[in-house]
Nanobody, 115 residues
Framework: QVQLVESGGGLVQTGGSLRLSCAAS????????MGWYRQAPGKQRELVAA???????NYADSVKGRCTISRDNTKNTVYLQMNNLKPEDTAVYYCNVRRLATTYWGQGTQVTVSS
């Protein structure tokens, strides 16, 4: 089992920045991809960004150039730096970790961007 603890969400004005963190614990060896998804009210959960164990990254078109995903394998932590935030970024952000054939989710952290 893998446990995920997220932090860093909050309320920010348009144009502001936030940094989300997600620390993994438990059976953490052989973790492969780590990433962030988000779900806005009335919408489906969508990928924001992902990073492989080798450091390859993938971003949603809507956040390219504004968000940076990174991971610290020594701390088993994945980060999402979000800059120039927009009201449409408002959502619950979920950490996602894949270990072998199993996907784990964090509890979610709310990000609200005011206009």
């Amino acid at each position: 089992q893998v446990q995920l603890v997220e932090s860093g969400g909050g309320l920010v004005q348009t144009g502001g920045s936030l940094r989300l963190s997600c620390a993994a614990s438990g059976t953490i060896f052989l973790i492969n991809a780590m990433g962030w998804y988000r779900q806005a009210p009335g919408k489906q959960r969508e990928l924001v960004a992902a990073i492989s164990s080798g450091g390859s990254t993938n971003y949603a078109d809507s956040v390219k150039g504004r968000c940076t995903i990174s991971r610290d394998n020594t701390k088993n932590t994945v980060y999402l730096q979000m800059n120039n935030l927009k009201p449409e970024d408002t959502a619950v952000y979920y950490c996602n970790v894949r270990r072998l054939a199993t996907t784990y989710w964090g509890q979610g952290t709310q990000v609200t961007v005011s206009s």
